[in-house]
């Protein structure tokens, strides 16, 4: 599977132990930065990384910030995303069963290292479970049209 990662400055640290704890565990990753702790601008990076889950050239996307709110904003703007914002284990399973999330967004300040990796682990490795849960994704997304 082909993931997208981005973050900005404040999420820097957390995004490179992320990366290579997905690339251990066989994923395929595609950075979209930033690639230094030097202040930037979290749409510059998240936006592109939530265009490639859109537009299929990565299957699903994570993106990091200090809180995880301004990363998942700006996820949800592009068409076709649906980004959640995760702190446990209980929301990364069931924004896969429920919602078929594509993206999911966590802050390097509020969560930490090991939870944040079992988050990923957890949202990575849960299927979505279909039937009634699509019926409401479908409505959901047509508020995009």
Request: aromatic share 6%; glycine share 8%; proline share 1%.
């Amino acid at each position: 599977m082909k993931l997208a990662i981005a973050c900005d400055h404040g999420a820097y640290t957390l995004k490179e132990t992320v990366k290579k704890h997905l690339t251990e565990k066989g994923y395929e990753v595609e950075d979209f930065g930033t690639h230094s702790l030097d202040s930037c601008d979290y749409p510059d990076f998240a936006g592109p990384a939530a265009q490639a889950v859109a537009a299929g050239d990565c299957e699903k996307g994570i993106v990091l910030c200090t809180t995880g709110i301004g990363v998942s904003i700006t996820a949800n703007k592009v068409k076709g995303i649906r980004c959640a914002l995760l702190h446990d284990l209980l929301s990364a399973k069931m924004t896969r069963q429920h919602n078929d999330t594509n993206m999911m967004a966590i802050g390097a300040a509020i969560t930490g290292e090991k939870l944040a990796l079992e988050i990923i682990d957890t949202w990575l490795t849960t299927e979505f479970e279909g039937g009634r849960h699509q019926r409401r994704i479908d409505k959901m997304m047509a508020y995009e049209n």
